[in-house]
């Protein structure tokens, strides 16, 4: 939903009608009579507001408390403070704070309100412009990461554990792809591309350590129920006839793709990689009654191409 309202916080409710009459033809117009009557507007329509103008001196808290709920809670509104010209101090403090855009002296002169308004709505239409873009932009760049991911698997587990790696990767990208394989979540406040990048070559490093950790650990392959017993204690679920049945709510096959960017790898996520590396791509994952199950599965003939095919599918 696009926002287009103004919401307008002030305890005179004359003040709030005379605002309304003037500004309803521009945009539609929320009131409040106090800070925390602002703050539950906000709560139930912030996704509708464009533009926040709140009075300073109000009983209880002043205007700049929600200016600056608004700011953190609700960055993409604008947001202006209304005050008279004895308390100007106050909003060039409030601006040089970042909690405003600007500031309207009362009494109001009529068309500089409007015209400050329409400036103010102007300004909200490009945020959300940009916003947009911004999330895009983000999207694809997190899919990319995903991708990035299952293909940097692939050559870690070709170099930890050659035999039958392909097809326990193409086990890995199914039951990720089943599971519903979220992007990454990436701060980019924190990461710009080479810091991104060193952190997915250090994140690549501890993921083969584990790997070779639990590969030891499991010792000899073993086939059918053996193999099953194995992957039942390294991932705590229960063995029942030819499946191994877990309650995990499909983290354990998404994680060393989903976790989100800097966070380091742990042992138990690398648990089910190791597992199909170990024995060799022969089991497969299913939904079941109470979760999820493993159960044995015959060898695939592998697509050239089933790589690109699973990394087109898992970054949709």
């Given amino acids: 939903m696009k926002p287009v309202k103004i919401l307008y916080v002030d305890d005179e409710a004359m003040a709030l009608k005379y605002f309304e009459r003037l500004v309803s033809p521009m945009a539609p117009v929320l009131t409040a009579l106090s800070v925390e009557e602002g703050k539950a507007v906000l709560a139930a329509h912030g ?22 709920h608004a700011r953190e809670y609700y960055p993409g509104i604008v947001r202006m403070l209304t005050t008279a010209y004895s308390e100007l101090g106050e909003a060039i403090e409030a601006i040089n704070t970042g909690e405003i855009y600007r500031y309207i002296n009362k009494p109001w002169e009529l068309e500089s309100l409007r015209a400050d308004l329409k400036n103010a709505l102007e300004l909200a239409e490009l945020r959300g412009e940009r916003d947009g873009l911004m999330r895009d932009k983000l999207m694809a760049q997190q899919g990319q990461l995903l991708a990035n991911r299952l293909s940097a698997l692939l050559m870690v587990g070709a170099a930890v554990h050659c035999e039958g790696h392909e097809q326990a990767l193409h086990r890995f990208a199914q039951a990720a ?36 950790q639990w590969l030891r650990e499991f010792g000899p392959r073993r086939d059918g129920a053996g193999a099953l017993s194995v992957l039942a204690q390294a991932l705590g679920g229960e063995l029942q006839g ?6 995990d709510d499909g983290g354990v096959f ?34 079941a009654d109470t979760g999820w199950a493993v159960q044995p599965a015959e060898a695939t003939v592998l697509q050239a191409d089933w790589l690109a095919d699973a990394i087109e599918r898992i970054s949709r």
């Fill in 47 to 68: 996704s509708e507001v464009a533009v926040l103008v709140c009075d300073q001196r109000m009983p209880g808290a002043h205007g700049n408390e929600l200016l600056r």
């Fill in 177 to 212: 792809l089943l599971a519903g394989s979220a992007p990454p979540a990436i701060d980019w406040h924190r990461w710009d591309h080479a810091d991104l990048m060193q952190a997915e070559a250090q994140r690549g490093a501890a993921i083969a350590a584990h790997l070779r």
């Fill in 242 to 247: 030819d499946r191994v049945r877990l309650s």
């Fill in 254 to 287: 998404t994680a060393l793709l989903s976790a989100p960017a800097g966070d380091t790898p742990t042992a138990p996520q690398c648990a089910w990689l190791a597992w199909q590396l170990w024995q060799g791509g022969l089991a497969e994952a299913v939904v």
